[in-house]
Antibody, heavy 118, light 110 residues
Framework: QVQLVQSGAEVKKSGASVKVSCKAS????????MHWVRQAPGQGLEWMGI????????GNPQKFQGRVTMTRDTSTSTVYMELSSLRSEDTAVYYC???????????WGQGTLVTVSS | QSALTQPASVSGSPGQSITISCTGT?????????VSWYQQHPGKAPKLMIY???NRPSGVSNRFSGSKSGNTASLTISGLQAEDEADYYC??????????FGTGTKVTVL
């Protein structure tokens, strides 16, 4: 069965960086793209970008360009999302979601809470 | 890219049908059939309920159905049940090769 298991909660200071991992199992890792989505407390879902685990190519919206780095390790079937220059408004739950083939997330990780404090 | 517009809340009694709208633009919903719907219970990850406007993933109840007209997509829940009480989000592929989510709708079962 498909599983996406994310790393644990993080507390960071403003200006620092955070790196969240998402380990995939139950399918061929390089066959499916992976999305990153975040959700601030009490707010809606926000798309952060997508990575192709096969070649490492990425795409993300202008809002996050220059601040988000997505990478992958095919030897461990893990994708990573690093967010730099953290500010209080980056406090959110961060999710990875497998791209089901037509721009939908068919399987989701359990989420990783990142808290940014000043 | 602005979020797709959804009503903040929709409510209905058990057994009734409700419909949630998702309004976009010519750059997303109106042009592409890559519209999806997600259900999210408190403290849980979103769950895919509808993809490609009308398709249900395996295991999703047929009480959930999707449609689209112009720049507005809709999710209908028929035979409303207590377990349907949750937040619902739509999403769409965009002409900028990005994904945009809706503002979210809280469904309350009275």
């Amino acid at each position: 069965q498909v599983q996406l298991v994310q790393s644990g909660a993080e507390v960071k200071k403003s200006g620092a960086s955070v790196k969240v991992s998402c380990k995939a199992s139950g399918y061929t890792f390089t066959t499916y793209y992976m999305h990153w989505v975040r959700q601030a407390p009490g707010q809606g879902l926000e798309w952060m970008g997508i990575i192709n685990p096969s070649d490492g190519s990425t795409g993300n919206p202008q809002k996050f360009q220059g601040r988000v780095t997505m990478t992958r390790d095919t030897s461990t079937s893990t994708v990573y999302m690093e967010l730099s220059s953290l500010r209080s408004e980056d406090t959110a739950v961060y999710y990875c979601a497998r791209e089901g083939g037509r721009w939908q997330g068919d399987y989701w990780g359990q989420g990783t809470l990142v808290t940014v404090s000043s | 890219q602005s979020a797709l517009t959804q009503p903040a809340s929709v409510s209905g009694s058990p057994g009734q049908s409700i419909t949630i709208s998702c309004t976009g633009t010519s750059s997303d919903v109106a042009t592409y059939n890559y519209v999806s719907w997600y259900q999210q219970h408190p403290g849980k990850a979103p769950k895919l309920m509808i993809y490609d406007v009308t398709n249900r993933p395996s295991g999703v109840s047929n009480r959930f159905s999707g449609s689209k007209s112009g720049n507005t997509a809709s999710l209908t829940i028929s035979g409303l049940q207590a377990e349907d009480e949750a937040d619902y989000y739509c999403s769409s592929y965009t002409s900028s090769t990005t994904l945009v989510f809706g503002t979210g709708t809280k469904v309350t079962v009275l």
